[in-house]
């Protein structure tokens, strides 16, 4: 379940030396694709190193950023996502895809939180990835927990049950549960902090779905938590990390957990990177790294391209 979140292809190599040391393979990746980076050839390219490399793509679907603030997504690039995902060679059967991100943030959602929206376009959305094979995977996007009911952000649990009383039927069509379970206040918190707000919020989301009446079992994915190295020192949170996937991450219901973030030094996310600025990498890095990891037996589909064919 060790992966990692990286901000583009460049970071591959970095990211399989981290996730599939130490007995560890077939580690995860959280990356995101933008509409304007829907180039086939190129996408094409990362998933066949990531294939050679025994990495596990979680694709996250953006829209375009005006500024601070990200457009609403329009139903009608809909198809045009799934004419796009639809046409790569994916890397193993499950074809993880993550539809948007942090909704509950005005910000993410075209300077405005609208629940009821959101629940429209994750049911619509996945119900056409379904319909386009079986071997997508859908993940709602993750909430932020520590947000608040102020302006600019909604408090996570009002979210959720907004989504399902205009839409009760909207995490059916979802496959597993997406969380960033950061370690609040400041990604400063500990790790051994429970309930909304810590590195467990997971368990929290899970058990507020339960009470408004979602009974599907949803294997969880974290794509991103992680502690800030301004609050915490690096060789802190190599300890703290070393609990957190030993005691606390080792929850059963878990599938990955892909930290926020590998190669980003500089502002907004240099207090979460992994990577400084000259290249070289956060003592916490070679500390998860060193841990023992299992290997992983992903189903694979066998199928490629015919490049030339010979008389």
Do not use: C
């Not at 069509?173 to 609040?184: E, F, V």
């Not at 994915?221 to 991450?249: C, H, M, R, Y």
């Amino acid at each position: 379940k060790f992966g990692i979140h990286i901000f583009s292809e460049k970071d591959l190599e970095n990211a399989e030396k981290l996730v599939d040391s130490s007995g560890g393979d077939w580690g995860y990746v959280t990356i995101v694709i933008t509409e304007g980076e829907r180039d086939h050839d190129r996408w094409q390219q990362v998933f066949d190193t990531m294939r050679r490399d025994h990495l596990i793509p979680i694709i996250r679907i953006a829209t375009k950023a005006n500024g601070d603030t990200w457009e609403i997504p329009k139903e009608s690039e809909i198809n045009n996502w799934i004419a796009f995902l639809n046409s790569l060679n994916w890397v193993i059967q499950n074809r993880y895809v993550v539809i948007g991100n942090e909704p509950n943030h005005a910000t993410e959602w075209g300077g405005k939180i609208d629940p009821v929206g959101y629940a429209k376009y994750l049911e619509e959305f996945s119900d056409k990835l379904k319909g386009a094979s079986p071997d997508f995977f859908v993940l709602p996007a993750a909430l932020d927990a520590s947000a608040k009911n102020v302006p600019g952000t909604m408090e996570e649990s009002k979210f959720l049950r907004s989504m399902i009383q205009e839409q009760p039927n909207v995490f059916d069509s979802i496959d597993g549960w997406n969380s960033h379970s950061y370690p609040n206040p400041d990604f400063a918190g500990a790790e051994t902090d429970a309930g909304k707000g810590s590195i467990k919020t997971y368990d929290w989301e899970l058990t507020y779905l339960v009470s408004l009446g979602v009974t599907k079992a949803l294997p969880v994915f974290i794509t991103e938590t992680g502690w800030s190295n301004q609050k915490v020192s690096p060789d802190e949170i190599g300890k703290k990390l070393t609990f957190a996937f030993q005691n606390v991450w080792n929850d059963e219901r878990i599938v990955a957990v892909t930290p926020f973030i590998l190669d980003y030094p500089n502002p907004p996310f240099d207090n979460l990177s992994w990577e400084k600025s000259d290249g070289s990498f956060y003592s916490y890095y070679q500390t998860v790294q060193n841990l023992e990891k299992e290997k992983g037996n992903p189903v694979q589909v066998e199928s490629g391209q015919i490049l030339a064919a010979f008389a």
